[in-house]
C-alpha cells in the first residue's frame, strides 16, 4: 500500500503541500441589482484553511448548502474567492519531477490559465448533464486536449484510445462514437474521469462523482477512481455528503458546516473519536445496513439555515446540544489541534 | 496511521457492458473518422425522421412544400421548351390568341389570362420562386442573428445582455408592416432588401429573446462548467457548446420566419409598395387595381390561384415547424419514445 | 403459495408489468408475488431500473400512457384492484393505500396553506368532516410526523425540503390508509433530516398499525425500518425474507453482492466487492436466471432454466446455487470472487 507524504499541517499547509488554502472566503450576494448595492451576503466560505500533500486524497464532507462545492469551484478556478489565498506548489513536467515553483491562484491570468487547468481538473456530480448531449464520447474526453491544442489528432485518438481502456470502456472503439445517452450511468462517469485524467493532472477536484449511481457500478468508480490516483499520483479533493464513502475514499476528512470546516482529521480517527458535536450528529445519522446494529439517536436541533448574514458566535450555536453561554458570547470558535493531526472548531470538545 | 487501502477494493472481473459491435475496427485515421462522423449524422437523422413522419400533418405540409418547390423548378423549363416568350412570359407576355382579356381558363391557358392578358399559370409558376428565396433568406438571416444575439446575451449577460435585450423590446413595441410600409415609400424595396429588414427584425426581435432563454437553460448545465474546466475559452463554448444545442429551436423558428415572411411580402404587394417583377401578391394587386376583387366569383382565376398558393405555402412552413417542434422537444412527444 | 397465518393486507399475485416503447416491449415486472400482513413492513431493494417503482405505480395503479398490466392479481384486503373500473379504484387510492415519492415534497401547491392543502385531500376522500374536525385531524397528523401543528397555516415555501416531506406524508396518512407505499422518500434529503423521518415513520406505522411497503436503493435505510424484505433484479423478485436473516446471511449471490458493495461508518472497515457488468435490457432479457451474466456461480442449468425458489425456512430466493448460511461478514473476510 502506498504511504501519502505526511499530513501537512492543517493551517500553514507545510512546505511541500500540493495545495494550501488559508482563509479562503466566498460570497454571494442575496439580492443582485443593477441599481442597488447588495445588502445581505450568504457565507458560502467563511475563512476556510487546508492543505493537500502529493497524492492524498482529502474528503469534504457535509450536508447539502454547507460550500463544500463552492470549495471546490474556488479551486479549480470556476469561482473566484472573495478573499483568501490558494497556493498550489505543482510537480514539475520536466525529467527531475521535482516539485515546481508555487503558483498563487489569485494570480493566474488568462496565459498561465490553461497551464494551470493542465494540472487541476474537477469530475462532476451529474453524469447525465456534465456532458453535451449532441458530442460523442471521443469529442467529449478529447476535448481539454483539443482546446489546448495538444497533439495531432491521431496523437489525441491515441491518448483517448488509452484513456478509455484505462478506465475499463473496452474495447475502446467501440465507445469513440458512442453518444452519452447510450451509456449508463457508471459508463458516463468513467467517461467523465476518463475527460479529467487524459490531460494529466495531479489534483482533481471529484464533487459526489458516485453519488448519482447505483451501488453496484459505485464500487467500481470508486476503485477506479483509487487505482489511478496511485498511478498517476493524483491528489483528491474529494466532496460528499456521503461519510461512509468518504471513509473508503479519503485519507482525511474535513467536515463542513454552513460555510466553516468544523473538524479535520484522518478518516479513522474522526469516524472513531469524533470530537465535534456537528460530526457526532452526522455520524449517528447514517443507516446502517446491519437489522441487529442499533446506533445512537443524534442529538442535533432544528433545521439547517442558510448562513445569510450569520451572527458572529459559533455557526453551530443554534442547533449545538451542548452549547453554553461561552459560546453565546464568542465568536466562531478557532480550529485548534486536540490532538496531533485532529483539529476541532469547538469550545466544548 | 493514514488507513485508506486501495487495495482492499476488489472488483470481480468481466465485462462492462454489452458494447454493439464496434462502429470503427481498427484504429481510426482521418478519413475513418470523417466516415464515423457521417454515419452519426446518418443515424440521428433517421432517427429523427421516424418521429417526424409519425405526424401525419408534418408529412403532408412536407410533401405541398416539396410540389411548390417542383412548381418553381417547373417555370424555367417550360420558359425553355413548350412556351413562347413573348405569349407567356409572366411580365411582358401577351396572349395573342386570345380577344378579351382577362379570359378564363381553357386549354392553352389552363388558369386564364389577367387584364393585362398575361398567362396566369405562368406568373404563379415564376413567383412561386420568388417566395422561396425571400421566405428563405429572411429565415437564414433572421435565425443566423437571432441564434447568436441570443447565445451571446446568454452567455456574456450583464451588459451586453441588456442592449441586446431592450433592442429586441423596442423592436417588438414596433409595428411590423407599417415600419415596412413606411420603408418601402422610402427606398425601393426588392425582393433581397425586403428579406434583409424581415431577417434584421425578426433576429434582433422576438426570435433573439425565445433563442435566448433557451441559451440561458444551456448555460448553466454542468458541461458548460465542464467545458470551461477543460480550458476551454468563450469563443470554444459559445460555438461547441451553446450554440449547436440552440440549432434545433432555430430550425422551428427558421420554419415560422418564412411563413411570415411571405405574408409580409403579399400585404406589401398588395399595396403595390414593392419593387418586384412578379409575386402572388402582385398578381392579387393587379386584379384589384383593375377593379376584378369587386366582380365576386367570376374572375376566380385572377384572386384563387395566387391566394389558394400564400395559404398553403404558408401553413405548409408552419405545420412543418410544429411536426419538428415534436422531434426537437422530446416532452411533447406522444408516449413512445 | 406460502401458508397464510392471518389474513393478508396485500397480497399481489404474479404480477407483470410491459411497457411499449419504440425499441420494443419493456419487460419491466415479471411474476412478482408477496404478501403484507397488517402492520407489516416491506423492503422493495434493487437498483435503478430493476422494476420496485413499477411494482410500486401498478398497486396503485398509476401506470403511464404506454404501460399495460400483463397479469396478475393485486388483492387488497381480498379483492383484486387490477380488474376495477378508473371510477372504482379513486375509491381505493389514499383511503385504502397512500403513496409517499421521492419527489412528493415539490408536489404542494405554492399557492395554497399546507394544512389547507392536507384538508383538501381528507375532504376529498372522507365526506363526513366539519371544517374544525378537519383542523384537529390536521394538527394531530401534523404532531404526529413531528411537524408543529402551529404551521399549518403557512406556505409550502416557508418550509424546508423535510418539513415538506413530512406534510406530504401526514396527508398520506389523513385517510387512515391499510397501506403505506414510501419510494425512496428521504433520498433527496440530507442523513439527519432523513433519520428523524424515517423513525417517526416507523412509529406511525407501527401506532397505526398499516402495512408499509418501503422503496430503496439505500439498504441501510431499508435495513432499519422492515421486517421482511424483497430484492429485485430485473424486473424479478429474486430474494424474499426476514429483514435480519436475508442481512445476516443472503440466499441469492446478487443480494451478497449488493451487501458487500455496500460502505458503512460504523464498524470494522470491511472490503467493498464491487459487481462488474451492467443489468441487462429487459427488452430481451436473457434467457434463464436474468442474473446469470453477472453472476461468479452460474453454469449450464442457469443459463437455461428460470430457478426454482430455495427456501430456507419462510425466506426464499430464486437461484438454482442459493449461498450457504454462513454469516455473510465472515465469508466477506476471504471471499474473492
Redesign the interface.
Known sequence: ????MA?PNQTDGGQDALVAVSGLTKRFPVLKS?FRQPSSFIHAVDDVSFALAPGE?LGLVGESGCGKTTVG?LL?K?LEPTSGGIHFRFPSRDANGGSGEPVDASEIRSTD??AF??QA??I???PY????????IYDTIA??LA??GIGS??NR??RV?EILTRV????P???????PHE??GG?RQ?V?IA??LV?GPSFVVADEPTSMLDVSSR??I??LM??L??QYGISYLYITHDLAVAR?????IAVMYLGKIVELA???ELLRNPLHPYTRALLSAVPVPDPRFRRDRPDILGDLTLPIDPPPRCRFYDRCPVATDFCEGNPHPPMEEQTPGHWVACYEA | ??????????????????????????????SQ?AM??A??ALRSFRGGW?IFVESRIGVLSLATIVLFALMAISHPILMATVWDAEVYDPVTGYAFDRLEHPSPPNWRHPLGTDPLGRDVLSQLLSSTRSEFILGITAALVTVGIATTVGAVAAYYGGLVD?LFMRLADLIIALPGISLLIVLSALFKLNLFYLALIIGILGGFGGTAIILKSQALSIRV???I?????????HS?IIL??II??LLPLSLLYMMFTVTGAIFAEAVLSFLGLLDLRMSWGIMIHTANTGGYLLGGTRYWWLIVPAGASITFLCSAFYLVGRALDEVVNPRLR???? | MATVREAPVLEVVDLSLRY???QGEVQAVEGVSFELAQGQSLGLVGESGCGKTSVATSLMRLL???AYLAGGQVKLGGTDLLPLSDDEIRGYRWRRIAMVFQAAMNSLDPVHRVGQQVIEAIEAHRMETTLADARERVARLFRMVGLDPQLMDRYPHEFSGGMRQRAVIAMALSCDPDLIIADEPTTALDVIVQDRILRELKVVQQELRMGMIYISHDIGVVAEVTDRIGVMYAGRLVELGDTADVFRSPMHPYTAALMSSFPSVHGE?L????????PP?LIDPPAGCPFHP?C?YADDICRTEFPDRSFRGDNWAACWHPLDASPLSEDRQNQ??
Do not use: W
Not at chain 2, 406522444?334 to 419514445?337: F, K
Open positions: 500500500m502506498q504511504t501519502p499530513a443593477l486524497s469551484k479549480v470556476l490559465l490553461r487547468r493542465r481538473q474537477m462532476f456530480q451529474d448533464e456534465s456532458m453535451n448531449p449532441r458530442r460523442t476535448e481539454p482546446v489546448q489528432m491521431t485518438v491515441d484510445t475499463g470502456l473496452t474495447p472503439s467501440s465507445f469513440l462514437f458512442r453518444h451509456l449508463s459508463q468513467r467523465a475527460r479529467a490531460i464500487t467500481g470508486m476503485s483509487q487505482e490516483a496511485q473508503y475514499m479519503c485519507h482525511r484522518e478518516t479513522e | 496511521m493514514i488507513t485508506p487501502q486501495p487495495d482492499h477494493h476488489v472488483v470481480i472481473g468481466g465485462p462492462s457492458g454489452s458494447p454493439e459491435p464496434p462502429l470503427v475496427d481498427l484504429h481510426p485515421g482521418r473518422m464515423a462522423r454515419r452519426l421516424a441588456s448545465k454542468p458541461y462548467e465542464a467545458a470551461r474546466v477543460a480550458g476551454g475559452g470554444h461547441v457548446h449547436p444545442n406522444r408516449h413512445t419514445a | 411499449q416503447t419504440r403511464p400512457e404506454n472497515r472490503p467493498l466487492v464491487g459487481l462488474a457488468g451492467e435490457n453477472r461468479p474473492d470472487f
